[in-house]
T-cell receptor, first 117, second 111 residues
Framework: EAQVTQNPRYLITVTGKKLTVTCSQN?????MSWYRQDPGLGLRQIYYSMNVEVTDKGDVPEGYKVSRKEKRNFPLILESPSPNQTSLYFC????????????????FGNGTRLTVT | TQLLEQSPQFLSIQEGENLTVYCNSS?????LQWYRQEPGEGPVLLVT?????EVKKLKRLTFQFGDARKDSSLHITAAQPGDTGLYLCAGVSGGYNKLIFGAGTRLAVHP
């Protein structure tokens, strides 16, 4: 089954304790992206990657890191989490960035709910 | 900064009613997408509209892209409890190949 898999689904941690949220897709997609979703603010892009070893900042990259060493994996790293990073995080992938074409939708994982105390 | 405003933020209706949700911007988008997100899941693409004035139908859902490609609407006929969820619009910014999401309309359809 074609899918984007995120782990863990739920994570509670303390301020300053480094954590990694994994994301893997099995569709051979070139484009991958991380979003955070907060009430009233919608989905905001954190980082994205156009291909292996190519990553770029989105709209809210502060406090986050990513890497793209393999095509299928795109982990999100929080080196020193803070309470304002408490949020619902989504990884997404697509075949290309030509989203106007119906054969290139953005596929989302099921989310990771992170709480930083 | 390009923004997409969705209205209403919340909508609670009875089964069988009709409804329309709106997605508005002062910016022009090359295309616009609608997603539905159910609790505990990620958004799922419903439709992409590309041409100004375009209308697309998906069973009881009708999507329209404004003539000027700055706004869009989603109309649901005879809503059912299975339509419950968060509806998100996302504009494709042609100049930056970027998807910009609205904050969403949370719909609850009661039996």
């Amino acid at each position: 089954e074609a899918q984007v898999t995120q782990n863990p689904r739920y994570l509670i941690t303390v301020t300053g304790k480094k954590l990694t949220v994994t994301c893997s897709q099995n569709m051979n997609h070139e484009y991958m992206s991380w979003y955070r979703q907060d009430p009233g603010l919608g989905l905001r892009q954190i980082y994205y990657s156009m291909n292996v070893e190519v990553t770029d900042k989105g709209d809210v990259p502060e406090g986050y890191k990513v890497s793209r060493k393999e095509k299928r994996n795109f982990p999100l790293i929080l080196e020193s989490p803070s309470p304002n990073q408490t949020s619902l995080y989504f990884c997404a992938s697509s075949l290309s960035i030509r989203w106007g074409q119906t054969n290139s939708p953005l596929h989302f994982g099921n989310g990771t709910r992170l709480t930083v105390t | 900064t390009q923004l997409l405003e969705q209205s209403p933020q919340f909508l609670s209706i009875q089964e069988g009613e009709n409804l329309t949700v709106y997605c508005n911007s002062s910016s022009v988008f090359s295309s616009l997408q609608w997603y539905r997100q159910e609790p505990g899941e990620g958004p799922v693409l419903l439709v992409t509209v590309v041409t100004g004035g375009e209308v697309k139908k998906l069973k009881r859902l009708t999507f329209q892209f404004g003539d000027a490609r700055k706004d869009s609407s989603l109309h649901i006929t005879a809503a059912q409890p299975g339509d419950t969820g968060l509806y998100l619009c996302a504009g494709v910014s042609g100049g930056y190949n970027k998807l910009i999401f609205g904050a969403g309309t949370r719909l609850a359809v009661h039996p």
